[in-house]
């Protein structure tokens, strides 16, 4: 794998980029004129919203303002020929991005957090105290089974955060993948961090240019024994175009195997994971390019291919084939629920692109649309708790900066839950033991933080925190130390903390040595640069008091309905007992993540009899999180349990 080089960038390879960049804004422009709509090319490169409503007025640099004409003022209107000049201005050249601007940035980050969350008490707000190097940007991420997370992203193309740093636009070699593995057991240095590059690919770009796989802006869910799959990425060029990728990521031998390509390309793909263990692969930019969303619906494995269940069934040469329905999502990234009736739900950014899928009959059927009546672009989505029976109900949030509002699909309806304090996008609201939710990260946009794309100084109310409760309450609490927007992720780790990381940009305005590299990560043979961090939360639970014991669960797959034993050394703790599905995302997507209470069905000293999910309805076969909890709902670390429809 050949790694970024430090010091000066050979002019040869410094002119390449610059002719990229060029090519992807003016390509960006193109896009966002003619199709009118948000999406891949926009976000990497392009205008914010053409056609969109801004109601909160910019900051316009003065590089900008001398860019405005006024002909295009006239004929095209103020926002849209601001967007424009904004272009142009970058096209002409942006010049370095100083270390110490990035130092001092850093710092200021760090003293305004301590002195803002100074006022927040960690037993009611919950903490951040930890923060450190990652030697990815976690624009992607997966918990897996063995208490590891997967991170992975792309080699940066540039160091400027006033720059695209992805490969959207770029062809051949340069246009890579990147994985690591961090294990939080091993704690913060370069020894936590294991390189697990993927596998290397010829892309069909006609340039013979082998590299690791390009499957950054791809969609990823878990089969049922642990693996992860992964689908789609970037060929490159063209505003952006979709990768046919089909990719497993092994946690237990810690490798990569590539299957047989999908039928279509897909950049900016969502895939589920449904009540029979395979995996619904829907949307994305096909191979011709941004512009071009698939409508076609694939299905891993292919019927006829066995759902791999035990640790050693790793797919090899397994297809995808595709279902009888289509899903004519015209954005990307859809969020997809698969639900305690079996049905796969798809909520469209779109208001009116709401369907339900069988993946039993493989039909389509509509769902009403959204009540608000307006696109949300990238912001997050989660299923409700839904006690034993599984979850039967999502929240949609954010992607709409202008509309704090919250709104439930349940029983194929919608209705108004309490809003949060103000409207974000590139959010993450994530799922906690205690059956709480938590929103992280957000920005005004897509490379938007309040004062213009590619302008990293953000508004900081984004990087303030809001819980809400199981009445629906929301509160803001303390802040996070980077502002993270487009490809920030969040993940509750089994000690019931929460990782925080991506978003390539802030973490670039941000590196205390953006020329720097490190030593000692496994899995490499020279160097590496430490591109991104990532930061730690402590929800308020951790600070509340003693935590019960989890001691013994079983090993072997536990069967839906049955009765199992785990032991605790603190049964008097133990009040109740929860499955949390573990957290696979990208770009505010999460199809993975899910609340599931355990009946405890009877206590004898320091044993405990639990009764499993109904069925795989309700929990979908796989690996989740068993915590136990005591009456005030502080959990225990907890221990990793399968759920299968055999024993």
């Known amino acids: 794998m050949s790694l970024p080089p430090s010091g000066p960038m050979p002019r040869s390879r410094s002119l390449r980029r610059s002719a990229a960049t060029a090519a992807a804004l003016v390509c960006a422009v ?71 601007t990035r130092t001092n940035r850093l710092n200021a980050l760090t003293d305004s957090q301590a002195a803002h969350n100074a006022a927040f008490d960690a037993a009611t707000f919950g903490v951040f105290n930890d923060y450190f190097p990652s030697p990815d940007f976690g624009d992607h991420v997966a918990l897996l089974p063995t ?75 878990f089969l049922p024994n642990g693996m992860l799959g992964v689908f789609g990425g970037n060929l490159g060029g063209n ?22 390509d999908m039928s279509v390309g897909r950049w900016y793909p969502s895939v589920v994971t449904g009540a029979d263990g395979r995996q ?35 797919p090899t040469n397994t297809p995808v084939d595709r279902l009888r329905s289509d899903a004519p999502f015209t954005l990307d990234y859809p969020h997809l629920f698969s639900l305690n009736d079996g049905n796969v739900y798809g909520f469209g950014r779109q208001a009116n692109e709401q369907w339900k899928f069988d993946p039993v009959t493989e039909s389509r059927s509509d769902l009403t649309p959204r009540p608000d ?38 029983n194929g309806s919608w209705t108004a839950e309490k809003s949060r304090a103000f409207g974000r996008t590139q959010d993450d609201t994530i799922l906690l033991p205690n059956g709480g939710l938590m929103t992280v990260n957000g920005a005004y946009d897509i490379r938007d933080y309040g004062n213009g794309p590619y302008n990293p100084n953000a508004d900081l109310k984004y990087r303030q925190i809001e819980l809400r409760d199981d009445q629906g309450n929301w509160k803001l609490g303390p802040v996070q130390r ?10 509750v780790l089994p000690d019931g903390r929460v990782m925080v990381t991506g978003d390539e940009l802030q973490q670039l305005a941000n590196n205390p040595d953006i020329d720097g590299t490190v030593s000692g990560i496994p ?22 008091g003693a935590r019960p014991t989890l001691n013994n669960v079983p090993t072997a797959p536990v069967v839906y309905n049955r009765m199992f034993t785990v ?31 355990l009946r405890i069905t009877s206590r004898a000293g320091n044993r405990l009899q639990l009764q499993a999910p109904p069925d795989a309805k309700a929990a979908p076969p796989g690996w989740y999180m068993l915590f136990l909890l005591n009456d005030q709902g502080v959990p225990s670390v907890a221990q990793w349990v399968q759920l299968n429809s055999q024993s």
Request: aromatic residues 6%; charged residues 20%.
């Open 30 to 100: 193109t896009a966002g004129t003619l199709l009118g709509v948000a999406g891949p090319a926009a976000a990497h490169g392009g205008p914010a919203e053409p056609g969109q409503t801004d109601l909160t007025p910019h900051v316009t640099s003065p590089r900008v303002m001398a860019e405005m004409r006024d002909d295009e003022i006239a004929t095209l209107g103020p926002e849209h020929a601001e967007e424009h000049a904004r272009m142009r201005a970058a096209i002409r050249g942006i010049g370095d991005y100083p270390q110490t």
């Open 147 to 221: 208490g590891k997370v997967l991170l992975f992203s792309f080699e940066r193309i540039e160091t400027n955060p006033e720059k695209e740093p992805a490969p959207t636009q770029t062809t051949g070699a340069e246009n890579a993948g990147r994985a690591f593995l961090w294990d939080p057991a091993k704690g913060t240095g370069p020894g936590a961090f294991k390189q697990v590059t993927p596998p290397t690919v010829d892309m069909p770009d006609g340039l013979g240019q082998p590299r690791p796989a390009p499957f950054f802006c791809s969609g990823h869910s």
């Open 239 to 260: 505003g952006g175009t979709g990768a046919k990728l089909s990719l497993i990521f092994d946690p237990w031998s810690e490798t990569w195997t590539r299957n047989p």
């Open 280 to 314: 619904l692969i829907m949307s994305g930019q096909s191979e011709l390019g941004w512009g071009t969303p698939t409508p076609v619906v694939e299905r891993f494995p292919a019927k006829g291919f066995p759902v791999p269940t035990a640790r050693t069934d790793t």
């Open 373 to 410: 009546g307006r696109k949300r672009n990238y912001g997050s989505a989660v299923m409700l708790p839904g006690g034993v029976n599984g979850p039967d109900s999502a929240l949609i949030l954010g992607g709409d900066r202008d509309n704090p509002s919250t709104l439930r699909f349940s």
């Open 482 to 491: 980077l502002p993270r927007g487009y490809h920030s992720n969040a993940v």
């Open 523 to 544: 899995g490499t043979t020279g160097p590496v640069t430490m591109n991104g961090t990532i930061e730690i939360y402590e929800p308020a639970y951790l600070h509340q």
């Open 567 to 597: 032991t605790t050394s603190t049964p008097t703790l133990a009040s109740k007992a929860v499955l949390l599905a573990p957290t696979t995302s990208t770009h505010s997507v999460n199809t993975s993540q899910r609340h599931i209470d």
